[in-house]
């Protein structure tokens, strides 16, 4: 893979305004506008006390595109100013463009997730004109699939959404503000955060964002927006980062490992397993079996391999029978587990946390989880971060490689998933098993409840190597002393070029 190119964004009107901006600012000045564009923002950054840190050290101002008073109260507490961030529609040529560059990205990256994005959105393409579209913008991107290519798409998207663009309320937030520093709190599914960023480069503002995860480099979409400043889980990340867009500067990256697994190492989350179980309805004597289910879209049939998992646990003798406790993935509104919920009393529905109105989660929720890790004898998921997360408390993990009878097609198949760049060192690692049948899951539950031991030097190998030293319940400080840092720099450096 060959790396490419960024055009430097900076014009002289940019330069100017960032100028005058600046001259109005004294050293005593210094705020951080903070883009919370998605729940996982407010679990990551809010309940885990980086924005709070970020409060007590300079000015905050919250872009938020959850309202209500539960978020209201929230941000009261920081002592934050609370902005509305609002859905605005770009204009076409816009759209278009940042549409063909993203295709070209794919296409270029050509991932084992990006090839199974292409065929998706092939597959989906069911009209003759939606297949003829397709394939124009298909024509469109292959031959722009190539460092050059995509250096020309970013210039003439860039160039686009300045001329086009939709909306100066962000601009006269920022002029009125004034921060030092703007962070995106979650850089891929934030298309609503994006002509905020936008207005804060065009005026020569400070921009930084997180990479929400580990997958998100090789199975998401290009980074479209030149941020100056990027907060990654790990080495690995950086690594790929700098591989993928070569105008960023490495000094410009900086690993702070993901503030969602700090809870997992507050001592303050934890209950005994005698609470937890009376709390989820489970007998504390008999072993408990995680199952994390996935999105809907992606992952068909999971209430069929659900129940096929939980008839296994019946083998076994009533009084030593494992009980099944599932997690629903916070954001599947489908009810698609409804029926199985009812119909089968022996299978526990951990309630999970979160404000269906808004999808954000509630500070609750992350005592429910980390419990419910705690607490287990094994997971098993279908190639989810939760992997990584019951590798952390040592637990045996079984994904699911196979497909429920008739609820899968040809290019939707969950053992695709173990051949994603992000996951096949973790399956090669064997911290994780897969079992690729019914029969598998039979033996490999087994095996785990007897030798849940079996891997564990696998286990800690690969944590150590994923994460190093930041799993210590204190990656949303450094955060937030990182974000300070820069923002102080940037106004001190602002300041002394005005004077």
């Known amino acids: 893979m060959t790396a490419l190119p960024m055009p430097k964004l900076a014009t002289d009107h940019a330069l ?7 001259a109005t600012q004294s050293r005593a000045d210094l705020r951080i506008a903070a883009i919370v564009p998605r729940g996982e923002v407010i679990r990551n950054f809010v309940h885990s006390g980086c924005f709070e840190q ?32 609002e859905p605005i529609s770009e204009r076409w040529p816009v759209r278009f463009l940042r549409e063909i560059l993203d295709m070209a990205h794919g296409r270029w990256l050509w991932s084992e997730a990006a090839k199974e994005r292409w065929r998706i959105r092939d597959r989906e393409a069911q009209t003759l004109r939606d297949k003829t579209v397709r394939a124009i913008k298909k024509s469109m991107a292959w031959p ?36 030092s520093l703007v962070f995106n709190g979650s850089h891929i599914h934030s298309a609503i955060a994006t002509p905020a960023v936008q207005a804060a480069q065009w005026l020569g503002i400070p921009t930084a964002t ?82 994390s289910t996935g999105m809907a879209n992606h992952m068909p049939g999971e209430p069929q391999i659900v129940e096929s998992i939980a008839d296994l646990l019946l083998e076994y003798p009533e009084k030593q029978r494992p009980q099944m406790l599932v997690r629903v993935y916070a954001k599947d509104l489908t009810g698609r587990f409804d029926e199985l919920k009812a ?84 399956v090669e690692s064997g911290a994780v098993q897969v079992a690729y049948s019914l029969n598998e899951m039979r033996s490999l539950i087994r095996e785990a409840l007897v030798h849940p031991d079996a891997a564990k030097g ?7 190597n994923m994460f190093a030293d930041t799993l210590d319940g204190q990656s ?17 450096q602002g300041f002394e070029r005005n004077n």
């Open 54 to 85: 970020i409060a007590e050290e300079c000015e905050l101002s919250l872009l938020s595109v959850i309202a209500g008073t539960e978020f209201e109260g929230l941000a009261g507490s920081l002592k934050a100013d609370l902005h509305s961030l």
């Open 16 to 22: 100017h305004e960032s100028r005058v901006l600046a």
């Open 476 to 492: 949303a400080y450094r955060i937030a002393g990182r974000l300070v840092e820069l923002a102080s720099r940037e106004r001190d």
């Open 458 to 464: 696998a286990r800690k190998r690969l944590i150590k």
């Open 343 to 426: 119909r089968r009393k022996d299978i526990i529905f951990q309630k999970v946390e979160w404000n269906a109105s808004w999808l954000t989660p509630r500070s609750e929720d992350s005592y429910g989880f980390v419990n419910a890790l705690r607490h287990c004898a094994l997971g098993i998921n279908i190639a989810s971060t939760i992997s990584l997360e019951l590798c952390m408390f040592d637990k045996p993990v079984i994904n699911v490689g196979f497909d429920a009878p008739g609820s899968n097609n040809l290019e939707l198949k969950n053992a695709l998933f173990y051949s994603y760049e992000h996951y096949r060192p973790v």
């Open 210 to 291: 997180f990479i929400f995860s580990w997958d998100n480099l090789t199975s998401q979409g290009r980074i479209t927006l030149p941020y100056d400043y990027f907060l990654v889980w790990n080495n690995n990340l950086k690594r790929q980062l700098l591989e993928m867009y070569t105008w960023i500067k490495p000094e410009n990256v900086f690993v702070t490992g993901s503030p969602q697994f700090d809870f997992h190492f507050r001592p303050t989350f934890y209950k005994s397993r005698e609470e937890f179980c009376s709390e989820i309805g489970a007998d504390a004597d008999r072993p408990l079996i995680l199952y």
């Open 144 to 179: 722009l699939a190539n460092p050059f290519g995509l250096d020309l798409l970013s210039r003439a998207e860039r160039s686009s959404s300045r001329l086009l663009f939709s909306t100066d309320q962000y601009a006269e937030l920022f002029r009125k503000t004034r921060p």
